[in-house]
């Protein structure tokens, strides 16, 4: 087994831990193995040679991982700000690594309208200090969603489960019926969403050896 997939499968098994705990309502397991979880993905990642402003992201995310486990005002707004650097630093890969063509006119009315609607909806029950950076984010995070598109496929889901997950959480802030089991669907999306956001960067990068073919081949058809 190579090192990146050993790595891998290292973050999965913490990753299952974590939702085990989360469905059998261990409340200290989960503290414990939450703030293990990015950290797990981002040895992945090293071990691929992840670009820097991935490794950022996740790094971001991880502070907001760590702050949400904080039950109060202040650490929420951290960790939202937190998070909302990471989502910046996504879309500047996005820019940098995406082909426009993967987007859709089709697909951003879709986003357009789900961030209208849920804004809308959430707002009356969301707490009057939360409103506006609520807002605020999920204008960022939607965003963030449809530029992963940009990468194909895989990052394109994994952009739309980091907004439904936090669409989740904001579900909760507004005290809004949940599932059974919140936190497991909320951790579940989220760790799904870093993991194919990830992923669909790394998949996204040129090839090293076909971009040294094609360097070696002009050297030789270069006169000295």
Known sequence: MTLPRAL?????????????????????AHVVLKPLLIPALLAYVV?????????????????????????NDAAFLAGMGSF??????YLVL???????????????IGYGVVLAVTI??????LP??????????????TAMAYGASR???????????????????????ADWPALPRPDFWIMLTYVAAQFLLAQGVLDAR???????????????????
């Not at 891998?8 to 200290?28: I, P, Q, Y």
């Not at 996005?94 to 951003?108: E, I, T, V, W, Y």
């Open 151 to 173: 990468l194909g496929p895989t990052a394109g889901v994994g952009g739309a489960l980091f907004l439904l997950s936090d669409s989740l959480i904001a579900m909760g802030i």
């Open 84 to 89: 909302a650097a990471g989502h910046v630093c």
């Open 8 to 28: 891998r499968t290292g973050f999965l098994t913490v990753c299952a831990a974590d939702l085990l705990a989360l469905l059998a309502g261990a409340h200290t």
């Open 128 to 141: 009057a200090g939360l409103r506006g950076p609520v807002a605020g984010y999920s204008l960022l995070l």
């Open 120 to 125: 809308v909806a959430l707002w009356p029950d």
């Open 94 to 108: 996005f820019q940098r690594n995406g082909s426009p063509r993967a987007r859709s006119g089709l697909l951003a």
């Open 47 to 71: 071990a691929r040679g992840a670009p820097r402003l991935l490794c950022g992201a996740l790094l971001l995310g991880w502070g907001g991982d760590v702050l949400l486990l904080f039950d």
């Open 206 to 224: 040129p090839a090293p050896r076909a971009a040294y073919r094609e360097g070696s081949a002009e050297t030789r058809r270069t006169p000295h």
